[in-house]
């Protein structure tokens, strides 16, 4: 095995920037008080929490008490979830069946609840159109709950266009932002009522999840305690991640448009190489998609077997799907889409980052071909050796 490695998985989780690790490192020093203890020691990580926030804020354009912090997206998600859209004894609420984890599952529990929730239909397309949702709408409907960008697919939702109906029906709009923030151009959006990001994907420390609340939104919380975060959230925050996550979202709205840029050209040259070397490339999602993300199946190939390989040849990647006991499961965020189980056991997910670079993906690229040729000559070779 060599020692290369390229590193092909950012919308799972990305590298610390090394100027976000310096200024984390910075704060463990001195910033490693209770911000809600009294003494000098407490009052000074208040102050870092305090400008981490404003720090957000501005790059939002929205004030500080509308950036509210959890220990993740998950946590934002399911909070807001209940807390935006669950009034009273019952809850009516549009989503769909491609909408990360964090959001399908409670989404689940809540109909196993009683609840009425509405999941509305993709195709091969990926993503909820304004239309669907306009037509879903009932005078019971009490919600919207879609994510920007699909993080398997990286197929975008046309957001801005939900957020109009959303607002000229005075209908909360929930908004899974994570798989958007450095990937694709960012507006936030007049209807949007509530959107949540979080840090590992944005080259931040773990353990951040925040939410841009709309002004005049109210959520009831799902953990309560010592009423931190404005009695949104308790419990004591992480004042050093939040504080390296607020230079990551500096540093992804400075740099946005030259690594969108950058990723963009390097994802489409990656999908050309291969479909032009491999006839079996097919790529996953009709609809547009953000800079970075290719969801790929190579008909006919083990996915699974190919990620092992891959990993052996120094290439990660992720299949998108999850593993349970041993046994992998298909994609639910495919088989959703309409397509076979077949493809979707055949499709490898491809996710680029700032550090991407040409050299990388020529090697990530003969590593693919090398591997998925493999398999037929192999074959080849024993029937002709058969003879």
């Given at each position: 095995?060599?020692?290369?490695?390229?590193?092909?998985?950012?919308?799972?989780?990305?590298?610390?920037?090394?100027?976000?690790?310096?200024?984390?490192?910075?704060?463990?020093?001195?910033?490693?008080?209770?911000?809600s203890s009294t003494h000098q020691e407490g009052q000074k990580a208040k102050a870092i929490l305090a400008e981490a926030r404003a720090r957000i804020a501005?790059?939002?354009?929205?004030?500080?008490?509308?950036?509210?912090?959890?220990?993740?997206?998950?946590?934002?998600?399911?909070?807001?979830?209940?807390?935006?859209?669950?009034?009273?004894?019952?809850?009516?609420?549009?989503?769909?069946?491609?909408?990360?984890?964090?959001?399908?599952?409670?989404?689940?529990?809540?109909?196993?609840?009683?609840?009425?929730?509405?999941?509305?239909?993709?195709?091969?397309?990926?993503?909820?159109?304004?239309?669907?949702?306009?037509?879903?709408?009932?005078?019971?409907?009490?919600?919207?709950?879609?994510?920007?960008?699909?993080?398997?697919?990286?197929?975008?939702?046309?957001?801005?266009?939900?957020?109009?109906?959303?607002?000229?029906?005075?209908?909360?709009?929930?908004?899974?932002?994570?798989?958007?923030?450095?990937?694709?151009?960012?507006?936030?959006?007049?209807?949007?009522?509530?959107?949540?990001?979080?840090?590992?994907?944005?080259?931040?420390?773990?353990?951040?999840?925040?939410?841009?609340?709309?002004?005049?939104?109210?959520?009831?919380?799902?953990?309560?305690?010592?009423?931190?975060?404005?009695?949104?959230?308790?419990?004591?925050?992480?004042?050093?991640?939040?504080?390296?996550?607020?230079?990551?979202?500096?540093?992804?709205?400075?740099?946005?448009?030259?690594?969108?840029?950058?990723?963009?050209?390097?994802?489409?040259?990656?999908?050309?190489?291969?479909?032009?070397?491999?006839?079996?490339?097919?790529?996953?999602?009709?609809?547009?998609?953000?800079?970075?993300?290719?969801?790929?199946?190579?008909?006919?190939?083990?996915?699974?077997?190919?990620?092992?390989?891959?990993?052996?040849?120094?290439?990660?990647?992720?299949?998108?799907?999850?593993?349970?006991?041993?046994?992998?499961?298909?994609?639910?965020?495919?088989?959703?889409?309409?397509?076979?189980?077949?493809?979707?056991?055949?499709?490898?997910?491809?996710?680029?980052?700032?550090?991407?670079?040409?050299?990388?993906?020529?090697?990530?690229?003969?590593?693919?071909?090398?591997?998925?040729?493999?398999?037929?000559?192999?074959?080849?070779?024993?029937?002709?050796?058969?003879?």
């Amino acid at each position: 095995m060599g020692s290369t490695r390229v590193y092909l998985d950012f919308n799972a989780a990305t590298p610390i920037d090394p100027r976000v690790r310096e200024e984390y490192n910075k704060i463990l020093e001195r910033g490693w008080a209770n911000s809600s203890s009294t003494h000098q020691e407490g009052q000074k990580a208040k102050a870092i929490l305090a400008e981490a926030r404003a720090r957000i804020a501005s790059c939002f354009s929205v004030r500080p008490k509308q950036v509210i912090f959890f220990s993740t997206a998950t946590e934002a998600l399911n909070t807001l979830l209940r807390g935006l859209f669950v009034r009273g004894s019952h809850a009516s609420i549009i989503t769909s069946p491609v909408e990360h984890a964090a959001v399908y599952e409670p989404c689940k529990r809540l109909e196993q609840e009683g609840h009425d929730i509405h999941f509305l239909p993709v195709g091969t397309f990926g993503a909820v159109r304004p239309e669907q949702v306009l037509e879903a709408m009932t005078p019971a409907t009490t919600g919207i709950a879609l994510m920007s960008v699909n993080n398997e697919t990286g197929v975008m939702t046309d957001i801005e266009g939900v957020a109009a109906i959303a607002a000229a029906n005075k209908i909360p709009l929930l908004v899974d932002g994570v798989a958007q923030l450095g990937k694709a151009p960012f507006t936030l959006f007049q209807g949007v009522s509530a959107i949540v990001f979080c840090s590992p994907k944005i080259y931040a420390p773990v353990g951040v999840g925040f939410a841009i609340l709309n002004t005049g939104i109210t959520i009831q919380p799902l953990v309560y305690g010592g009423g931190q975060e404005f009695g949104l959230r308790s419990g004591s925050e992480n004042v050093a991640a939040i504080h390296a996550t607020s230079i990551a979202v500096e540093l992804l709205f400075r740099e946005a448009s030259e690594s969108i840029a950058s990723m963009t050209a390097l994802r489409d040259y990656f999908e050309k190489r291969l479909m032009d070397a491999l006839p079996c490339v097919r790529i996953n999602g009709d609809g547009p998609r953000v800079s970075n993300t290719s969801n790929i199946a190579f008909e006919g190939i083990s996915g699974e077997d190919l990620l092992i390989q891959l990993d052996l040849a120094g290439v990660a990647a992720s299949l998108g799907a999850a593993c349970s006991a041993g046994a992998l499961e298909p994609s639910r965020i495919l088989l959703m889409m309409g397509y076979p189980t077949a493809r979707s056991r055949s499709s490898l997910r491809f996710s680029l980052g700032k550090q991407t670079t040409k050299e990388g993906i020529d090697y990530a690229v003969n590593a693919i071909v090398k591997n998925v040729m493999a398999p037929k000559q192999l074959q080849e070779e024993w029937s002709a050796n058969k003879k």
